[in-house]
């Protein structure tokens, strides 16, 4: 008999509850879907089958970001300041919704319109013990560098203490889901509704890329993103994921110019 496989990142939370283990537990186990967990599951069901999705996805050296939070880490005037990789995607997002406004959509079934919004309402989806959630950052396209990385972590703080508000669970207009941390690469995920794209971040891992005909290590990361075709093109979705890929790949002088 094989021996699971178990660490730190081993866990036996499911569907927003803790389960038994494999020897322990019932040989079927009935779980009630409520609360969060069911709003999340209609929801995603509503979304799945009634936007039609499409994605494109990218690899990217992201070596300079990596250098460049490692710098920025050590500044003195950001002590006590949590920067990571989804602070700088953040930033790439809501640079991207301003080049590109069509991404900032969501397709009105009733009306037939396409609502195409200038405000940034950034939605992070957020692993919690009550199943999935994801609260948004209000007005993110305005926020500088320290500005995103504080409202990020306040966000996450919050979804994971359960004090988020149900102001910060509407309105979403653009969403970033971080599967990095979980050791994943990539993933393909299904639009919140109401929004017209999202972004996957897998984890930045080193392997072998190509600089000047020279084979050599980076920084790699995939990003992923699930649009909605009734108003967001291949066209416009690849310009948006390649440029959010530019960003990643030196972040610096975006985040100077802003």
């Given at each position: ?8 990142t081993?866990t ?20 009630a ?5 069911r709003?999340m ?8 089958f009634?936007?039609?999705?499409a ?9 300079r ?12 005037g950001?002590?006590?300041v949590?920067?990571?990789p ?20 969501s ?8 609502i195409?919004?200038?405000s940034?309402n ?10 999935l959630?994801?609260?948004?950052i209000k ?17 996450v703080?919050?979804?994971r203490?359960?004090?988020t508000?149900?102001?910060e ?9 971080n599967?990095?941390?979980?050791g994943v ?9 109401g929004?017209?794209?999202?972004l ?5 891992a080193?392997?072998?890329w190509?600089?000047n005909?020279e ?6 990361v995939?990003?992923a993103m ?8 291949g066209?416009?979705a ?21």
């Amino acid at each position: 008999m094989s021996t699971p496989i178990t660490g730190p990142t081993t866990t036996s939370r499911f569907v927003g509850r803790e389960i038994e283990s494999w020897s322990s537990g019932p040989k079927e186990e009935r779980i009630a879907v409520k609360g969060v967990l069911r709003s999340m599951s209609e929801a995603m069901v509503q979304s799945a089958f009634s936007a039609p999705h499409a994605v494109v996805w990218v690899r990217v050296d992201a070596t300079r970001t990596v250098e460049l939070l490692e710098s920025l880490k050590k500044h003195p005037g950001l002590a006590g300041v949590r920067l990571s990789p989804l602070t700088i995607t953040a930033l790439a997002v809501c640079d991207a919704a301003r080049n590109f406004p069509g991404i900032n959509s969501s397709f009105d079934a009733e009306a037939h319109e396409v609502i195409v919004r200038r405000s940034v309402n950034l939605g992070i989806a957020a692993a919690t013990d009550r199943g999935l959630i994801v609260p948004n950052i209000k007005g993110a396209d305005q926020l500088d560098l320290v500005a995103m990385a504080s409202a990020l972590n306040l966000l996450v703080e919050k979804a994971r203490a359960g004090t988020t508000t149900p102001n910060e669970m509407i309105g979403t207009t653009l969403t970033i889901t971080n599967v990095g941390p979980f050791g994943v690469d990539a993933a393909m995920p299904i639009l919140p509704p109401g929004t017209g794209a999202i972004l996957a971040i897998g984890q930045i891992a080193k392997a072998p890329w190509v600089v000047n005909d020279e084979v050599v290590v980076r920084h790699v990361v995939e990003l992923a993103m699930s649009f909605d075709h009734r108003q967001i093109d291949g066209a416009m979705a690849s310009a948006v994921l390649a440029h959010m890929g530019r960003f990643l790949s030196d972040p610096a002088p975006a985040i100077i110019v802003g």
